[in-house]
């Protein structure tokens, strides 16, 4: 467990909150194990019957550590493992899934929102998926599911322009149900919860099931990009992505790394 995933429980509600906000909230393999293993505990805890995520200081999460990236692609690192676990695991929770997004949502800030079952904004929330610029590709099953969800022509914009999103603009795409001012965007998220937690929970996750239907073909699109995105992170592309993003400049994606 990291202290950089602050862990509690509301009643029958398991609250996630990321909390490196010294780093923006950017996600680390420990944060992603942390992650997944409160997400498996608490679903298998027949006294929890909702999870929440949100984030801390103004931010819900940056992203991906870029220098995990960097690592990863100079063969020192071991990124891949913990993240693939996360989003293998997000089609397949048991339990709904309710996201509290203020700030930025960056990357997987963005693409997990698309297995979550209620999504909250605050009004200065904003989602981007700057896949391409890094050099890498679409993760977490999002060339589908964004696809599906908002259309072929938004999500390109999103996945490929990497053309960000304002709150307003996610409402309308389909994958937030409402703005929240951010004073009370955790509230709405455990209010809503706590509206689910008195459903019966048979019931409830019969529901979901039908709602959500087989997740073999999100996991099957899931497997696909991982295997494009592992080549991706070590092509020259992506390390003159990454290293450029810490020399502060501007990558240049014409030389020879």
């Avoid at 050099?135 to 072929?152: F, H, I």
């Amino acid at each position: 467990m990291t202290s950089e995933i602050a862990i509690w429980r509301d009643g029958g509600v398991q609250v996630l909150r990321i909390a490196r906000p010294e780093k923006k909230n950017a996600l680390t393999g420990a944060m992603y194990r942390a992650l997944c293993d409160a997400l498996e505990a608490a679903d298998a805890d027949g006294s929890i019957a909702a999870h929440i995520v949100t984030g801390s200081d103004g931010v819900f999460t940056a992203g991906n550590d870029i220098a995990d990236f960097l690592a990863t692609s100079r063969g020192t690192g071991d990124l891949g493992k913990d993240v693939v676990r996360f989003i293998k695991l997000l089609p397949v929770i048991k339990k709904p899934l309710i996201a509290a997004v203020g700030g930025n949502a960056i990357g997987i800030g963005t693409t997990m929102l698309f297995h979550c079952d209620l999504v909250y904004a605050a009004p200065d929330a904003m989602f981007a998926t700057p896949f391409l610029d890094l050099g890498v590709t679409p993760e977490a099953a999002s060339s589908l599911l964004m696809t599906q969800r908002m259309g072929y022509a938004r999500a390109f914009a999103m996945l490929a322009l990497g053309d960000p999103m304002s709150a307003d603009d996610a409402v309308a795409a389909g994958f937030v149900n409402a703005i929240v001012p951010a004073a009370d965007l955790e509230q709405a998220a455990l209010d809503a919860a706590r509206r689910l937690a008195k459903k019966p929970p048979e019931a409830l996750a019969l529901a979901r099931r039908l709602m959500r239907g087989d997740p073999a073909e999100v996991l099957k699109r899931t497997d696909e990009e991982v295997a494009v995105f592992r080549e991706r992170l070590r092509s020259p592309e992506a390390i003159e992505a990454f290293t450029a993003f810490f020399e502060k400049r501007t990558p240049n994606f014409n030389k020879s790394v």
